[in-house]
C-alpha cells in the first residue's frame, strides 16, 4: 500500500513535462517579438546633405594709407625755422601759414598749405634747417580718400583682379566697402608675396599706417554642403560617415571650399545621403544605429 502514491505520481510526470514543454513554445515567439522591436545601436544624429554654394575667399592684410598727400616744402635752400603755426593732426585750409622761416643772408619766407587738408607728419622744429630737397616741413593729407596697402601669397595673387569687390576691416573702425584698384605683376622673391592695393570706397576718416585685413570674393563654387564636424580627416585619406538601412557606411570623399562651418564635398556623398552629423572613431563600418534626424532632435 505504501507504493502506490509513488506510482500514481510517476504516471503523471510524463503528462507535466509535455505541458511545461508547450508552454515553452507558447512564450518564445513573444520573446522574439520583443527581440526585434527592441532598438539597436546608438543613438546618432544625422542630417541631409544639401546642395550649398561656397565662395572662393582671398584674405589680404595691409596698412592704411591716404591715397592723395602732399609734401610741403620751401623753394629755396638754407632755411631755418623760427616759428611753427600748425602741426601734426590740424586741419588746414588752402594759403594758410604753416611755418615762417629766414633765409642765410636776412628776411623772412613764409610757408603755405598748397591745399586743404589734414596734416598727418611734421618734422618742421625750431632752429631746425629746412630746404627744397630735404624732408617735407608738413604732410598733408588731402581728401577723405584711403587705400590698404597689403601683401599675399604668389598662389593667390593671380586670383586678383582690379574692381573685384571687398570687404575690409581696419582695426578700431566699423567693417567697410573696397575694391582692388591695383595687382602687382611681380612678387618680392625673398617671401613670395606680392603687392595688391584696395580702395576704401568710404568716405570713413582712417587712422594713417593703422592695420586692415580684406576678405575679396573670388569665385564660388556650388556642390553638396555638410558640416565640418561631419568630416574625419584620417591618415587614410578624407572620409563621411552616413546611414543606410540603420548602419553605419563611411564614405571616402573629396573636399572643397569651406565658409560658414560648412565643406563642399565633390565627390563621395550624394544630395540627399543622411550623414552623421557629428563623425568619430567609435562609430565603425557597419555599426547598427538608431538615426535621430537634427531637426527632430531639437525639437
Known amino acids: 500500500m505504501t507504493n502506490l502514491p509513488a506510482r500514481g505520481l510517476s504516471r503523471k510526470l510524463p503528462a507535466l513535462a509535455a505541458a511545461a514543454a508547450l508552454c515553452c513554445l507558447a512564450a518564445q515567439p513573444a520573446r522574439a517579438a520583443d527581440e526585434t522591436d527592441a532598438p539597436k545601436g546608438a543613438s546618432v544624429t544625422v542630417l541631409k546633405a544639401a546642395k550649398a554654394c561656397f565662395p572662393s575667399i582671398v584674405e589680404v592684410s595691409g596698412i592704411v594709407r591716404p591715397r592723395e598727400e602732399k609734401m610741403v616744402r620751401p623753394e629755396r635752400q638754407g632755411l631755418k625755422v623760427t616759428e611753427i603755426l600748425a602741426d601734426a593732426g590740424d586741419t588746414v585750409t588752402a594759403g594758410q601759414t604753416l611755418a615762417r622761416l629766414i633765409l642765410p643772408e636776412g628776411g623772412t619766407v613764409v610757408v603755405q598749405a598748397p591745399v586743404a587738408g589734414l596734416i598727418s607728419q611734421s618734422s618742421a622744429a625750431i632752429g631746425a634747417i629746412a630746404s627744397g630737397g630735404g624732408d617735407a616741413l608738413f604732410t598733408i593729407i588731402t581728401g577723405s580718400a584711403f587705400d590698404l596697402i ?38 618680392q622673391p625673398s617671401v613670395q608675396l606680392g603687392q595688391v592695393t584696395l580702395q576704401v570706397t568710404s568716405t570713413q576718416r582712417l587712422l594713417v599706417n593703422s592695420s586692415g585685413r580684406a576678405m575679396i570674393k573670388t569665385s564660388q563654387s556650388c556642390g553638396v554642403a555638410v558640416p565640418l564636424t561631419a568630416v574625419l580627416y584620417e591618415t587614410a585619406g578624407t572620409v563621411v560617415q552616413v546611414v543606410r538601412r540603420d548602419r553605419v557606411e563611411t564614405k571616402r570623399v573629396e573636399v572643397g571650399l569651406m565658409y560658414g562651418g560648412q565643406v563642399e564635398i565633390r565627390d563621395g556623398v550624394a544630395e540627399g545621403d543622411m550623414v552623421v552629423a557629428r563623425a568619430g572613431s567609435l562609430l565603425r563600418e557597419g555599426d547598427p544605429v538608431r538615426p535621430v534626424t537634427a531637426s527632430a532632435e531639437g525639437k
Do not use: C
Not at 575690409?168 to 605683376?185: Q, T, Y
Open 150 to 187: 597689403g601683401m599675399v601669397p604668389t598662389r593667390d595673387l593671380g586670383k586678383l583682379k582690379v574692381n573685384q569687390t571687398a570687404r575690409i576691416k581696419v582695426v578700431g573702425a566699423p567693417e567697410v566697402d573696397g575694391k582692388v584698384s591695383l595687382v602687382a605683376p611681380t612678387v
